[in-house]
């Protein structure tokens, strides 16, 4: 169990729904990543927090996409308006050091 | 964008055996190391690291090596057991993005009982 929880661990919504998916890092970690995972391809680097601040935005983060982390503990991953090709495993992770601890992620289903 | 693949995608092998998975890297800023491994339904799991100054790094029944001259890791694993079964990825940062982590698409690693 590496620490880092996620929820939920599932999501199926509509298109054009928004969803949002929460992140609680292991205490005490001011690093906050989110990926994102399709099936058969290694996660991809959507964002990243050290404490509160988003310091990092993959161009895959689209304008529909939006992460926060307020007081530098949990974090949240919203989607507006979510299309079929959302559909993913989000893995959230957090570091102190320079490896990451992963979350079991949330699997979103766009139908 | 970055590049980081693996040679094989799947690798079956003999439950006792020596496995060895590749991995293959394009930036050669890239200056620290990682592999995981994920098993079905969970997130990826930290195995080894390796910095770039280093070319070899051991863990418990883990090997890692690095060949920076052909921007090349390999990640050894020693008496393959059925909980070894799982994906593994390497995944490289290069020193110049923050803690931006590149993760290549992963090798299937099936232990034969």
């Known amino acids: 169990d590496t620490g880092v929880s996620q929820d939920p661990r599932h999501k199926i919504t509509k298109r054009g729904q928004n969803v949002t998916f929460r992140c609680d890092p292991i205490?005490?970690?001011?690093?906050l990543y989110w990926y994102r995972q399709t099936l058969g391809q290694g996660p991809e680097f959507l964002t990243y927090?050290?404490?509160?601040?988003?310091?990092?935005k993959s161009r895959l983060l689209s304008d529909r996409f939006s992460a926060e982390r307020p007081k530098g503990s949990f974090s949240t991953l919203e989607i507006q308006r979510t299309e079929q090709g959302d559909s993913a495993m989000y893995l959230c992770?957090?570091?102190?050091?320079?490896?990451?601890?992963f979350g079991p992620g949330t699997r979103l289903t766009v139908l | 964008g970055e590049s980081v693949g693996l040679h094989l995608p799947t690798l079956s092998v003999q439950e006792g055996d020596n496995s060895i998975i590749n991995c293959a890297y394009s930036?050669?800023?890239?200056?620290?190391f990682i592999w995981y491994k994920q098993e079905s339904g969970k997130g990826p799991q930290f195995i080894i690291d390796?910095?770039?100054?280093?070319d070899k790094r051991q863990g418990q029944r883990v090997t890692v090596l690095l060949n920076k001259t052909v921007k090349h890791l390999s990640l050894q694993i020693a008496a393959t057991q059925p909980g070894d079964s799982a994906v593994y990825f390497c995944?490289?940062?290069?020193?110049?993005?923050?803690?931006?982590?590149?993760f290549g698409t992963g090798t299937s690693l099936t232990v034969i009982p």
């Open positions: 992770a957090s570091s102190y050091g320079r490896w990451e601890y």
């Open positions: 205490s005490e970690h001011n690093r």
């Open positions: 927090f050290q404490n509160e601040a988003q310091l990092e």
């Open positions: 930036n050669s800023a890239s200056d620290y």
């Open positions: 390796i910095r770039s100054n280093m």
């Open positions: 995944a490289e940062t290069p020193s110049n993005t923050g803690n931006q982590f590149y």
